[in-house]
Structure formats: C-alpha cells, structure tokens
C-alpha cells in the first residue's frame, strides 16, 4: 500500500497548494475523484467498526479480518486514483511538445512506482 507525502510539494509538476488541497492538472483541469468519495464513506465506516471491536475485545481473526478488508479497500481507491492519473495528466504530458513536461511526469511514475514497494 502506498502512503503518500501530507505536505507542501516542493517538485514543480504543476500547480498546486498541498496534498490535503486542491491540485490542478498540468494541463489546466481540476483532478475529480468525487466518485472515490462513497467508497471512503464505507472505508470511514469500516474503521470506526474495527474501532468498535477493539474496545468491545473481540476475537483477534475478526479483527484482522475487518483490518485486511478495510486495507483492501483503500487500496482500491489508491489503484482508482492512480489510474486516472495515468490516464490524464500522464497521458496529455507525453503526447505533448513539451520534452520537460513528459521528463517530469516519466520521474513522477517512477517515484510513485518505488513507493509502491
């Protein structure tokens, strides 16, 4: 699972304020995963019940059960997200004119990539 930097970006791969903000793509449009938003919910959902069995003592493979669901769900959005990346701002950079534009974003992949480790 990846887990993502919370911060101030100090890269210059286009505009942005920070990663709890919005963040524009480097062709000018505004990133829209509102349809990851109902799945979060249930994923929100999901921890307040884990939550809930902890302090309930319930049995240890249950528990683990609920933590790997919720794990898998959010890595199902990570993969919604990163698709759509992939299938936008990457895809307009390197079929753009702009070689540095199609360098960054070749570098960006490759430091998501590493972090998927």
Do not use: W
């Given at each position: 699972?990846?887990y993502f930097?919370?911060?101030?970006r100090?890269?210059d791969h286009?505009?942005r304020?920070t990663?709890?903000?919005?963040?524009?793509t480097?062709?000018?449009?505004?990133?829209?995963h509102?349809?990851q938003?109902?799945r979060?919910?249930?994923i929100?959902g999901?921890?307040r019940?884990?939550?809930?069995?902890?302090?309930e003592e319930?049995?240890?493979?249950?528990?683990?059960?609920?933590?790997?669901?919720?794990?898998s769900a959010?890595?199902?959005?990570?993969?919604?997200?990163?698709?759509?990346?992939?299938?936008?701002c990457?895809?307009?950079?390197?079929?753009?004119?702009d070689?540095?534009d199609?360098?960054?974003?070749?570098?960006?992949?490759?430091?998501?990539?590493s972090?998927?480790?």
């Amino acid at each position: 699972m990846v887990y993502f930097h919370h911060g101030p970006r100090t890269t210059d791969h286009g505009p942005r304020t920070t990663d709890h903000g919005p963040r524009t793509t480097d062709h000018g449009g505004a990133m829209d995963h509102s349809a990851q938003v109902p799945r979060l919910n249930r994923i929100e959902g999901q921890i307040r019940g884990i939550s809930k069995m902890i302090q309930e003592e319930r049995y240890c493979v249950d528990i683990l059960t609920q933590i790997r669901s919720a794990s898998s769900a959010l890595a199902k959005v990570e993969e919604n997200i990163f698709k759509a990346h992939l299938e936008s701002c990457v895809k307009d950079s390197l079929e753009g004119d702009d070689r540095q534009d199609r360098e960054a974003k070749v570098d960006e992949i490759l430091e998501i990539l590493s972090k998927f480790r």
